[in-house]
Structure formats: structure tokens, C-alpha cells
């Protein structure tokens, strides 16, 4: 009896040293080039440390998620963990490379209640998510992360007020904050945090039927929020019939399992430059199911920012026939693919009730009879009220895409609407622009019928912003921010300016803020697979080989290259189509002299046009000069303030 009880006592000693063994309580994965280390710890609670090159980058990022009623469990609770490395090569149906590579390591841990937690490490990113196991209905009360910082350290975002409960369109400025001070308020993504020995940039992918992230602070920690799940909607406003919600539940989602939660990413960076290529949010975004071969991004003749604005023509310009008429002969005569008809060709809560100015199938037969598409606006509420019923009539019209504005909300009912429009778009194959929007989070690697999103403060801030409007300070900011989650329609493209002294907000005939260089610039700069013409035809009509540049810059790219930049100051890129290249630089109010190296290019004799500011363009902001010449040494170019250039090099 006594040698039994031996015998087991030793086997219960062997089964908790294989438990041991199996499951440890701390995990340590690296990146393939070994400079980034993620070291993982698992007991109550679930954290990371990153390491970079052996010096500690965050100090803590704690992570949970919370099923209502439940009690979370997380050491005690491990069943299975699973190591491994992927490398591969994608190609996406168009962007900013032709070949993005997906190389990490990784790391999944399986739990004993219904969920999974897994981790991959790249080089110079870190990605982490959870997922949803059980196979039946499931309540989230919280999902997030906790980042502990140092006091004080800097924090670059667009902060909403709380008071906004999570209603906006992603349009404000770019402010950096000490993150003690951003407390109850919201601050959106991407963000970038000033962390010892690098920068740190926080995103968001995947997000479906899921809410949007944000961050508060707790005096140096950075706490993760939730717009809640909303239980009743009302339409708030009589115009553009916004929705907001009037009561919420006390969870953030529910659905039914097993699903996949959003990606949470950092990237790490020793120079702000290295922020300008960054393409996690498309890497770790559902990929696109079905054909969408028939997707053609272009340009688009916007009528709205101008108000319509066109003179010496025998007709009163204004959404109807005429205007629009005119609008399709000055696409067609530059080779811009598409126009936009926006607020107001129909009734704002009918799309069926056509303005009786405008002979809408007149003007999409003579788009299409000169080769030029185009794009119907709708509120967000309108189309969603009848979906199918307005795709079907706008696909029988010809039109190609329609804008959709004015959703101001990410909670998860939200997120599902862009989903179900993308779908339903893709289904008629209708190309889809959204405003008044979230950010993207890669919903257009799964339906890249969606062009394009706003969430930016753009050019339309110059028509009715007291509060500095589209201003360069702000256009240094957004390529190391804005654009790292994806595709941005900024509507680039103003012809007529005014300095920083003289400019003001004119909503009727709106004036751009710094000069023709900056925002010939901004075509290469922010990419936009639907990239706007901004301003009236008559003052691109007035400059016609800038016109005739602007329209022939590509909007999809081959190969991107990051050449300088710091963030706030100034940016420069350099974007390759086929055998050209094209390198833009912009700065904010500060004028900048720069000398630009452009070692990277390995052709031996190098044919340049350099588009740059005019000694004058600080007070005019048309004056501009260019030179051609051949490449033999690292080129000077001046900005003027709230300047740019464009570079073309022929190979």
C-alpha cells in the first residue's frame, strides 16, 4: 500500500513537471533578423515587453479580454502553444508596392475558455490579436491593451473631446500631447508614441463587425476604449440625417463564434522617415475572395470644394445639366477618368427624387460616350435605408461608384454598415468612396472596390474652418500618421492661394494655403487609388501644363521609397511607376532647403524634371519654375513656406 501511494505520488510529481515543461509562464519570440524581441508573460494577466537591439522600447503593453458575466483566465487556462514563421511575397491588386513581403514570427496561445491569443513579430512591427474560440453567441464586455509609459512622454494624435461619445469624422488636427494630458478624451488612430530609443506607431486591422480602438490615459498609461454597442439610433440632424446613438449597452460587441478580433499593431522606428512605407494594416487585413479585376482607379473632377464655380460660358453653372456636361469635356480633354456629382443631384433622403435641373441619364451616357466615369454622392442613412433598391437603380443608370458620407460613427453596428456597402457595391461591381468616415483598417484588401476614405482634415477645411483650415503644418503631419492606415482622399489639387497672413475661409470660392508646388506634390505624396482634382476646370484651364501633369501622375505605384522627413516639419518620398520615378517633398509654414540624395537609384545617367517653388511663391503662392537637366549629383531644392516640389527622373 505504501509503494502504491510512492508510485503515485511520483507520477503526480512527473505530471506537474510535464505541465511545467509543456506550458511555461513566459514566451519569447523574435523578429528573422533578431533586432526586435517580444518577451511575453502569462500568470492572472496576459503582457509584453519590446525589446530593440536589447534596449527596452515598452516596458509593458497589458492585454485582456473580457466575456461578460465571465471571469477572464489566462495562466491557469492554457491548453496548447503553437510556434511559427511565415515568408512570402504578396501582390496586391494595386498600391504603393508591387511586392510586399510578409515575413515574421509567431506565436498562438490556446485557452481552456473559449478563446485564443496570438502574436507575430516582424521586423520593425509587432502584431498581436485575440479570437473568439467557442463556436455559439459570445458578449465582449472589453478587449484591449494598456501601453505603460514613462511621465510626460509624447504622444502624437488626433484627440476627439470625450463629450463627443465617439461621434466624428476623423478630421481634426494632429496634436502632440503629453500622454498625462489626454485623460478622459479620445485619442484616435494611427497615433505615435515618442518612446526611448525609437518612435512607436499604434493602428488597427481587421476590424469587422468589431468596434473602432481609441485611447485614454491614466496618468502615463495609455488606456484602450471602445465606443460601446449601441442599443437605439436617431437621426440627428434633418439634412444630412446623421445617426447617433441615444443608448448603449454596458459590453463593446457580441456575435457568434468562432471569430477573429482585430490586429493591434506597434511599428518601430529610429527615423521618422521610415514611417512613409509602412504597410501593416494591408498585411494583416482579410484578403480579397472573387474577381476584382474590373476595378479601375483614376482621377476624379470634383465639383463640390469649387461650389460649381465655372465663368465665360453661355449657362448658370450649378448642379444641373450644363455644368455637368462641361465638367465630363474637361475630364475627357485631360485624361481624368472619372467625375463626382455630389450633394444635391437628388433629394438628400430620396435618391429616387431627382433634381429636376439635372438630366442625370443624359449626363452618364455622355460620360461614357467620352470615356469618362462617374461617381453619385449619397448620405450614409439614405442608402443604408434602401440599399439594394439605389445600388440597383445607380448600377441601371451607368454610373461607376457612388461616395457615401456622412457616418461619423465606429462603434460595431457602424463598422458593419462599411462592410455591407463594400459587399453590396462589389456585388454590382460599383467602386466606393467613403467620407465623413473611419479610418481605414484594410477593408479595402478585402473589397478593393473601396477606393478610397477620407478621415482626414483635407482641402475642404480651406471653404469653412475658422480654426486654420487645411494649413501646410497640418499636410507635414499626415504621411507619418494618417497615411499609415491606408488609402486617404485628402482632394488635393487648390489653384489659387493665399500666405499665411492673408488666407481665411471663403466656402463659396475657397483659397489653398501655401503653394502650386505643395500641392502638386500631394499627388505623389498621399496615396489615393481615387485621387480628386479639387478645384474649378476654369483655373486648371489657366495652367495647363500643370494640369496636364497633374493628370498624368499615376495613382498606383510599383515601388516606394522613404528619403527624408521629420514629423510636423517636413516629408519627402519618391514613388516609382514602370521606369519613372517620382520624388515629392512638402514642409509646413517653415521654409526648408534641402539636398536631395537619391543614392537608391542605381541607372547611371538620369534625365530630371525638377518642379519647384518660385522665388516669389512665399507671398504667390503660383509662382514656380522648372528645370530639366541630367542627374550627376545630389540635387539643392528650396521650399517656400508651405512649399513642395516634384522631381521626375527618367531612367
Not at 511555461?24 to 508573460?41: D, G, H, I
Not at 485582456?64 to 496586391?92: H, M, N, W
Not at 525609437?198 to 493602428?203: D, G, N
Request: glycine residues 6%.
Amino acid at each position: 500500500m505504501k509503494l502504491n501511494k510512492r508510485i503515485a505520488f511520483v507520477f503526480f510529481v512527473i505530471f506537474l513537471f510535464i505541465q511545467t515543461i509543456a506550458f511555461p509562464n513566459s514566451f519569447t519570440v523574435s523578429s528573422p533578423n533578431q533586432s526586435l524581441k517580444v518577451e511575453l508573460k502569462l500568470d492572472d494577466a496576459l503582457s509584453y515587453k519590446v525589446l530593440a537591439d536589447g534596449q527596452v522600447v515598452l516596458s509593458k503593453v497589458l492585454l485582456y479580454l473580457d466575456f461578460i458575466d465571465e471571469s477572464a483566465c489566462y495562466g491557469g487556462c492554457l491548453t496548447r502553444q503553437d510556434k511559427f514563421s511565415v515568408e512570402k511575397v504578396i501582390q496586391p491588386l494595386f498600391g504603393i508596392n508591387d511586392n510586399i513581403k510578409d515575413h515574421f514570427n509567431g506565436l498562438r496561445l490556446t485557452f481552456g475558455d473559449g478563446k485564443s491569443f496570438e502574436i507575430r513579430v516582424y521586423n520593425g512591427s509587432v502584431a498581436h490579436r485575440f479570437n473568439v474560440e467557442r463556436e455559439s453567441s459570445y458578449i465582449l464586455y472589453n478587449e484591449g491593451m494598456n501601453i505603460f509609459l514613462e511621465e510626460n512622454v509624447p504622444v502624437i494624435s488626433d484627440v476627439v473631446k470625450s463629450s463627443n461619445n465617439f461621434n466624428h469624422p476623423y478630421e481634426g488636427d494632429y496634436v502632440s500631447h503629453p500622454v498625462n494630458d489626454i485623460g478622459s478624451n479620445h485619442a484616435t488612430l494611427p497615433m505615435i508614441i515618442e518612446t526611448p530609443h525609437l518612435k512607436t506607431a499604434v493602428m488597427e486591422a481587421g476590424l469587422e463587425a468589431f468596434p473602432a480602438l481609441y485611447f485614454t490615459s491614466q496618468r502615463a498609461v495609455l488606456t484602450s476604449v471602445h465606443p460601446p454597442y449601441p442599443l437605439e439610433e436617431k437621426v440627428a440632424d434633418n439634412k444630412f440625417f446623421l445617426k447617433k446613438v441615444t443608448k448603449s449597452a454596458e459590453y463593446i460587441a457580441k456575435g457568434t463564434g468562432p471569430k477573429s478580433l482585430p490586429w493591434r499593431i506597434l511599428s518601430f522606428v529610429r527615423e521618422d522617415k521610415d514611417l512613409l512605407n509602412n504597410e501593416m494594416v494591408f498585411l494583416l487585413a482579410p484578403e480579397a475572395e472573387g474577381d476584382f479585376s474590373w476595378v479601375k482607379p483614376g482621377k476624379v473632377a470634383w465639383d463640390w470644394y469649387n461650389d460649381n464655380n465655372l465663368w465665360n460660358v453661355p449657362f448658370k453653372s450649378g448642379v444641373n445639366t450644363e455644368t455637368y456636361l462641361y465638367y465630363i469635356d474637361f475630364a475627357a480633354k485631360y485624361g481624368i477618368e472619372y467625375i463626382n456629382i455630389d450633394e444635391g443631384w437628388s433629394d438628400n433622403r430620396n435618391l429616387l427624387d431627382i433634381n429636376d435641373e439635372i438630366d442625370l441619364p443624359r449626363v452618364i451616357n455622355y460620360a461614357k460616350k467620352k470615356n469618362v466615369g462617374v461617381f453619385l454622392w449619397t448620405t450614409s442613412t439614405t442608402l443604408l435605408d434602401s440599399i439594394d433598391t439605389y445600388l440597383n437603380k445607380i448600377k441601371e443608370w451607368g454610373a461607376n461608384g457612388i461616395k457615401v458620407d456622412f457616418f461619423q460613427r465606429d462603434d460595431q453596428i457602424m463598422i458593419e454598415n462599411y462592410e455591407t456597402i463594400a459587399r453590396k457595391a462589389a456585388e454590382r461591381k460599383l467602386l466606393v468612396n467613403f467620407h465623413g468616415a473611419t479610418k481605414p483598417t484594410g477593408l479595402s484588401r478585402k473589397y478593393p472596390n473601396v477606393l478610397n476614405y477620407e478621415a482626414v482634415k483635407g482641402l475642404e477645411y480651406n471653404k469653412f474652418d475658422d480654426g486654420g483650415g487645411a494649413s501646410p503644418d497640418q499636410v507635414a503631419f499626415i504621411p507619418f500618421i494618417r497615411a499609415l492606415a491606408g488609402p486617404m482622399d485628402y482632394t488635393p489639387g487648390g489653384m489659387q492661394y493665399l500666405n499665411r497672413d492673408d488666407w481665411r475661409p471663403i466656402f463659396n470660392r475657397p483659397f489653398t494655403q501655401g503653394t502650386r508646388m505643395q500641392q502638386l506634390a500631394l499627388y505623389v505624396l498621399f496615396y489615393a487609388p481615387l485621387q480628386m482634382l479639387a478645384d474649378s476646370p476654369m483655373l486648371y484651364e489657366q495652367d495647363p501644363k500643370i494640369t496636364g501633369l497633374i493628370s498624368s501622375i499615376p495613382v498606383n505605384w510599383d515601388e516606394t521609397v522613404p528619403i527624408a522627413g521629420i514629423i510636423g516639419a517636413y516629408a519627402i518620398i519618391a514613388r516609382r511607376k514602370g521606369n519613372r520615378w517620382y520624388v515629392a517633398g512638402v514642409n509646413s509654414w517653415q521654409p526648408k532647403d534641402i539636398k536631395l540624395d537619391l543614392n537608391f537609384i542605381l541607372a547611371k545617367k538620369i534625365k530630371y524634371t525638377l518642379w519647384s517653388d518660385g522665388a516669389n511663391a512665399d507671398q504667390i503662392g503660383e509662382d514656380y519654375r522648372v528645370q530639366k537637366g541630367s542627374l550627376k549629383e545630389p540635387l539643392q531644392v528650396s521650399m517656400a513656406s508651405g512649399g513642395g516640389f516634384l522631381l521626375m527622373l527618367e531612367l
